[in-house]
T-cell receptor, first 113, second 110 residues
Framework: DSGVTQTPKHLITATGQRVTLRCSPR?????VYWYQQSLDQGLQFLIQ???????AKGNILERFSAQQFPDLHSELNLSSLELGDSALYFC????????????FGSGTQLSVL | GDSVTQMEGPVTLSEEAFLTINCTYT??????LFWYVQYPGEGLQLLLK?????DKGSNKGFEATYRKETTSFHLEKGSVQVSDSAVYFC?????????FGAGTRLTVKP
């Protein structure tokens, strides 16, 4: 058990809808990262937050947004969903700002029908 | 931009066989290099890392050496077990950006 909790584990929705994925980092970790894993694109870094502030941005679409709350949990919001957004979304956490050692959650499997 | 290329799978080995999974990278400067492992139904776990040239990362019998001259970080294990069956990801971290390879699926048969 990595100590990173993601909910829900599975999410099925329709095109055009909006969903929110939630992540609780390991106790004491200040950074939260979001990754998207799909068969064709592999593992893609989306965005990182450190202690409530956006720290780094990767290949995140404008339809997607994230935030980190004062209690350090994070939410990833996906809107105007398309079939191609179907993927496994991972949250990871680390103590510091760098990617020195990431602890990954078990992921949220999103299916857009 | 930076990138990581690892050998395509799947790789199927018999128990106690020698394992090599090749990984090469393209990056400016001096990236840190990692191997992560993903077991079925789980998130990725850090397996080992190396932060500078000629460093050797090791863990659970796995080893990888940071070779700057060949821009490589190949993963090796002398004797694999069934429990090593998983997907292995090579990754680099450079300039606040983390890049993962496509992953190599390893299946070890008894």
């Amino acid at each position: 058990d990595s100590g990173v909790t993601q909910t829900p584990k599975h999410l099925i929705t329709a095109t055009g809808q909006r969903v929110t994925l939630r992540c609780s980092p390991r106790s004491g970790d200040l950074s939260v990262y979001w990754y998207q894993q799909s068969l064709d694109q592999g593992l893609q870094f989306l965005i990182q937050y450190y202690n409530g502030e956006e720290r780094a941005k990767g290949n995140i679409l404008e339809r997607f947004s994230a935030q980190q709350f004062p209690d350090l949990h994070s939410e990833l919001n996906l809107s105007s969903l398309e079939l191609g957004d179907s993927a496994l979304y991972f949250c990871a956490s680390s103590l510091g700002q760098g990617h020195e050692k990431l602890f990954f959650g078990s992921g949220t499997q999103l299916s857009v029908l | 931009g930076d990138s990581v290329t690892q050998m395509e799978g799947p790789v199927t080995l018999s128990e106690e066989a020698f394992l090599t999974i090749n990984c090469t990278y393209t990056a400016t400067g001096y990236p840190s290099l990692f191997w992560y492992v993903q077991y079925p139904g789980e998130g990725l776990q850090l397996l080992l890392k190396a932060t500078k040239a000629d460093d050797k990362g090791s863990n659970k019998g796995f080893e990888a050496t940071y070779r700057k001259e060949t821009t490589s970080f190949h993963l090796e294990k002398g004797s694999v077990q069934v429990s090593d069956s998983a997907v292995y990801f090579c990754a680099l971290y450079n300039n606040n950006d983390m890049r993962f390879g496509a992953g190599t699926r390893l299946t070890v048969k008894p």
